[in-house]
């Protein structure tokens, strides 16, 4: 959602982000903001600073009271101690105006991977069983195990990668979602990119590598695991 009075403003990033696949809904003020978070499901919402009624900081302060929703602070402002106010009050992001729309989208993009990165607490994701096609993944001992039950043996970055395919089985996931989802969970990171490490993994867990059934690819968007997932 854009929180903004100018009306070129709200309808400049409606365009733009909708390009990228994003729903956007726009707000004028305070009162049409939170009418919208009632009946709505918001993912993510560009406040501007500089509002009729309540500003930025006193609508962020009040969002902020019982929801984690992600805010990037949008302002022609750019007083440091307005961009550290709006930090401490809660604010995800803050950019300033004029801004460019690409920078924008970035915003958007690693704040709302940071945000899927804290839905989910660290015990749940370390500990507990998870099971597709007959494999078994023990969490807690960072292990493989396929439907014979052998032990398969994975590096630390094929682990984090599979783990994360088989957290959001069924959904599709960009190269940078799955780079920073894995890298949430432990301390190493890839040395190699994504494909190569995907490329790795399905030689050891799909029956044939070159016509995956488990790991596909989905053309100009990323990877989807498609299977069922039961966590125990």
């Known amino acids: 959602m854009v929180v903004d009075d100018d009306e070129q403003i709200c309808s400049l990033l409606s365009k733009f982000l909708a390009r990228y696949d994003y729903r956007v809904t726009t707000a004028r003020d305070g009162r049409q903001m939170f009418r919208t978070l009632e009946v709505s499901a918001i993912d993510l919402i560009i406040l501007d600073l500089m509002l009729p009624g309540d500003d ?40 300033g105006k004029p801004f460019n729309t690409r920078e924008l989208l970035a915003r958007v993009k690693a704040v709302l991977r940071r945000s899927t990165l804290r839905q989910r607490p660290t015990e749940e994701i370390s500990s507990g069983m998870l099971e597709f096609d007959g494999w078994k993944v023990d969490l807690a001992k960072r292990e493989l195990r396929n439907p014979e039950g052998a032990l398969v043996q994975l590096t630390g970055g094929e682990f984090d990668l599979l783990v994360a395919f088989a957290d959001h089985a069924g959904r599709v996931l960009t190269r940078d979602q799955l780079l920073d989802i894995a890298r949430g969970r432990a301390t190493d990171v890839f040395d190699r990119s994504i494909d190569v490490q995907v490329s790795r993994l399905r030689r050891k867990i799909e029956a044939d590598p070159k016509e995956p059934t488990l790991i596909k690819t989905v053309r100009s968007g990323g990877y989807i695991f498609s299977t069922t997932v039961t966590r125990h």
């Open 56 to 95: 930025g900081f006193d609508l962020c302060r009040k969002i902020r009271a019982n929801s984690a929703v992600p805010i990037i602070m949008l302002t022609a402002m750019r007083e440091d101690t307005d961009r550290i106010i709006g930090l401490e009050l809660g604010a995800d992001d803050y950019l």
